[in-house]
């Protein structure tokens, strides 16, 4: 990060596929112990959790469709249909979720669940 200029042009590439007509709705990080994991909402799959480490360490770059899933290894947590998350604390989240029959719930989830 320390070699980002302002108005440098900046090269990224794809290191994971989530799963077919998945869109992300929100990001966060969560630290367990000493590691730290991103954590993806999306709208068709459940939320996602990828550990940095697996992110840091891959080494190629998807450049071809697959099919389902391909690239950095992830957890799919058991929480679907979350249309917002955010971090509360240091061992809970925040989530918007909606049921399957329409209402919408605002609950957290700790440590344990993600």
């Known amino acids: 990060?320390?070699?980002?200029?302002?108005?440098?042009?900046?090269?990224?590439?794809?290191?994971?596929?989530?799963?077919?007509?998945?869109?992300?709705?929100?990001?966060?990080?969560?630290?367990?112990?000493?590691?730290?994991?991103?954590?993806?909402?999306?709208?068709k799959h459940p939320v996602a959790k990828v550990d940095y480490k697996n992110i840091a360490a891959f080494e190629g770059t998807l450049t071809e469709p697959v099919k389902g899933t391909a690239g950095v290894n992830f957890t799919a947590t058991p929480m679907i249909n979350v249309m917002q998350l955010d971090k509360l604390d240091n061992n809970q989240v925040l989530l918007l979720q909606k049921k399957p029959n329409g209402d919408v719930d605002l609950w957290t989830a700790n440590d344990t669940v993600l």
């Open 1 to 43: 990060m320390d070699a980002l200029k302002p108005g440098a042009h900046v090269k990224g590439r794809t290191v994971a596929e989530m799963g077919s007509g998945n869109t992300p709705v929100d990001l966060i990080t969560i630290t367990k112990g000493n590691e730290s994991f991103l954590m993806m909402a999306n709208t």
